[in-house]
C-alpha cells in the first residue's frame, strides 16, 4: 500500500487531493506538522509520495512550497484539482444556537466571512493550522458551544453533524494539489509540463521562449514571474504549458534552453480536469 | 494636508509604506478595518488616496487586493517598497523571561518561527490582524507577560521597548505597496505601468503582446496569469513594465489593443526602487 504524505492531519483537503487522485486504490496518509516535513519525508524514504496544495484560485500561488519543491528536488507526477466547499459541523447534539466559538483554518474562516457575520456575529474566532484539525478538537474535548468549519470528510472521521453546507462565500473556488515523488514520473505519457526559468536582461528574453511554445503547438496555461529573494529585479518564470506531442514538447525544451540561463523541469505528467460541482 | 486611508492602525507596515511615499509631506492617516472599506473611503471621496500591500517577495501576490483595485475603478498612481524587518517588544520593565504569550500577525509569527521556536518554544501564540494591533493591546491591557511581534513604529507609538531586532527568519524579505487614488496620476511624467489583459485561446497570443513590447524597448517587470473564478482554463494576464520614452510605450499599447480581447491600464506612474538595508 503506498504510503501518502500531506500536510495537516486524516479529514483534511489534503486528505480529500490524495484520495481524488488516487481513487480506488489503498493508500495509507501520514500526517505531517509543515510542508517542509512532508518533502523530508519524500526526500528520505519513508513515504513514497507527497500531495501538496500549490495554488488556489482565489489566493493564488502558495510560493513558499514551489521554493520547498526544488529545494528538495521533488518532481511533480501528477495533479488534481479539490473544489472547496465548507461545512459548519458540531457533536451530535448540539445546535446552532450553542456557538459560542467556532474553529477553522484562517483561509477557510475568511471563505466563510459573510456566513459568520450573519449567523455568528458575536462567536470568538479561534484559527487552526488544519480545518480538520478544528474538527478533531471538537471530539476530543467533547466541545458542544462550538463549531468547526472544513470539509465532510472530516466530519466524517470525527463523528460531528454537519448542520449547514456551502457555507463559502466564493462557490467556485477550487485548491490545486500537486502529487510529487523523489523520483520523476516513469511510464506512460504526458501531456502537461511544469518549468521554472531564468531569462537574460533584454527586451524580448522572455518572448522570445514563449515564441518557441507557439511553434511547437504548446499552449500556455499560467505564467508567473516569482522575485528571487535578495536579488532585486531579478526573477524566475514559472510555467505550466500543455502539449498534443511529446515530440513538439522535447524539440521546444531542446530549443527554450539555448534561450535561457537556467532551466528546471519540475515536472511533466497528465493534466487534471478542474470539476466544478454545485451542492 | 492629504487623507491616506490604510488597511489596519497607526504603527502598521502599512503606515511605514505611507510614510516612506510621502517623504517629509504632512499626512493623516485614516485606520480601516479591511482593504474593502480602504477602498469605499476612496470612492467616497472620504480620503484623498489609499496606500495598499500588493506583493511579497516571500509571500507572492495579494490577489484579493488586486481584485478590490478593479472592482473599485481605482488608478495606481505610485508605488514604494518596504523592508520588512520584525522586533520584538514589550512594556517598559518586562522581560523576556516573563513571555507566555506572543501577540502578532500569522504572517508575521511565520516570518519569525524560527526565533520563536529558539527563545519561546512554549508560548502561546495569538494572532491579530496587525502586528500594530498586537502592540497596541500590550499597551492597552498592560500585558507584562506579553510580547509583540512588529515594526519599530509599533513600539514608538505605542510605548514599547524593543528587546530583540531583526528576528525575522529572512533578512531580505519586502513589501510593494501601491499608492491608489479615484482619479489616474495627473502630473510628471511616468516610467511604469501595470497592465491587465485578457488574450484569445491561440499559440502564441501572449508571445505577440510580449514581442509588441520587446520591439518598443519595453521591459517586462513582472508576469502573472490569474485565474478567474468560475471560469476554469480562462485568465487575466498582469504585468508591469517600464519604459525610458512614453511616446514609445503610447505606441505599444495601442497596438497591444489590437491583440487582446480588453485591456486595463491599472496605472502609469513612477517607479520605485526596492531598498535592502541590514540592521
Known sequence: MKKIAIQGIAGSFHEDAAR???????????????????CELVDSDQVDIAVMAIENSIAGSILQNYSLIRDYH???IGETYVHIQMNLMMLPGAQKDD?????????????????????????RIIE????????????????????????????????????DSGIE????????????????????????????????????????????FAENEINLLR???????????????????EYKSEQNYEKAIHRVLKNVSSLSILGEYVRAEIEITNQ
Not at 20 to 38: A, H, L, M, N, P
Not at 191 to 212: C, D, M, P, Q, T
Not at 223 to 241: A, F, L, M, R
Request: net charge neutral.
Open 74 to 76: 521533488l518532481h511533480v
Open 223 to 241: 505564467i508567473q514571474s516569482i522575485p528571487i529573494i535578495g536579488k532585486p529585479n531579478e526573477y524566475t518564470i514559472h510555467v505550466d504549458v
Open 20 to 38: 481524488k487522485y488516487f481513487g480506488d486504490e489503498e493508500i495509507e496518509i501520514v500526517e505531517c506538522r509543515s510542508f517542509q516535513s512532508v
Open 169 to 212: 462565500t466564493n462557490k467556485k473556488n477550487y485548491t490545486r494539489f500537486w502529487v510529487l515523488s523523489k523520483h520523476p514520473k516513469q511510464n506512460g505519457g504526458s501531456n502537461k509540463a511544469s518549468l521554472a526559468f531564468e531569462v537574460g536582461h533584454y527586451y524580448g528574453a522572455l518572448a522570445r521562449v514563449l515564441n518557441i
Open 128 to 163: 487552526n493550522q488544519d480545518t480538520a484539525m478544528s474538527g478533531k478538537i471538537l471530539s476530543v474535548d467533547q466541545l458542544t458551544d462550538a463549531a468547526a468549519i472544513g470539509n465532510l470528510r472530516t466530519a466524517e472521521i470525527y463523528g460531528l453533524n454537519v448542520l
Open 99 to 123: 456557538v459560542q466559538t467556532i474553529y477553522s483554518h484562517p483561509v477557510a474562516i475568511r471563505q466563510c466571512a459573510e456566513y459568520i457575520e450573519k449567523y455568528f456575529p458575536n462567536a
